[in-house]
């Protein structure tokens, strides 16, 4: 997070995480967890502000979040939350329509700089993805790529590759950003997905994680 204009990260930063998946039963969701929860640690962010979520976690996994310190939403947010504080989004090897809520739901000149995604590259998904179905499902993604500032993590960060392979820690420098035109960020459609164009559990195929 050196050599940006993101800030200081503060008590009042916000930590969001989407779709580590069944951490008690999978090893790859598991590190993944480990490592926001040290990230989390590390950069002092409150237990009242680190959220956590996946319409997939069992009731067990529910508890033993909450007793580390996690929030559990209630609801699935599909990615569409708002920051009103600096915020560190984590959601490594999610659906590329997760990271396109984000964007559109953080869009504008002002919002996007308080933001970070930690997640899959949006250079390896716009370089591997034909346009024309990346503007169905990451049209955001699409339009900002090419002004994102992204940090690939270390290959070795884990002897499995596969649990962090292609993941990068993007910034949206204002410096980069600052200078695009008005039309850019106004047109904020909201997505709207087929279910054969969806790449996550939307909020109308999963329940509420609280019975």
Known sequence: MKNTDYDEVESKTELVVYGVGNFSSSLIAKQQLDLVSALR????IS???SYCYDPVFTQVEIKA???LGWIVPNENEEGKRN???KCIYYLPHCGK???NNILWSNWSVDTLPGIIIIGNSFTAITDRTPKRLLEKCGGYILKIQPYTTEIPLPTRLYKDNDVFNDISIHVFT???IQTLSDVFWTDV???VYTDE??????AKKSTSVIK
């Open 47 to 49: 237990k009242g502000s």
């Open 174 to 176: 204002r410096s980069n």
């Open 65 to 67: 979040l909450t007793q």
């Open 197 to 202: 164009d969806s790449d996550f559990i939307s």
């Open 41 to 44: 640690r590390d950069l002092k």
């Open 83 to 85: 920051s009103k504080n």
């Open 189 to 191: 459609t909201e997505p």
């Open 97 to 99: 329509s997760l990271y």
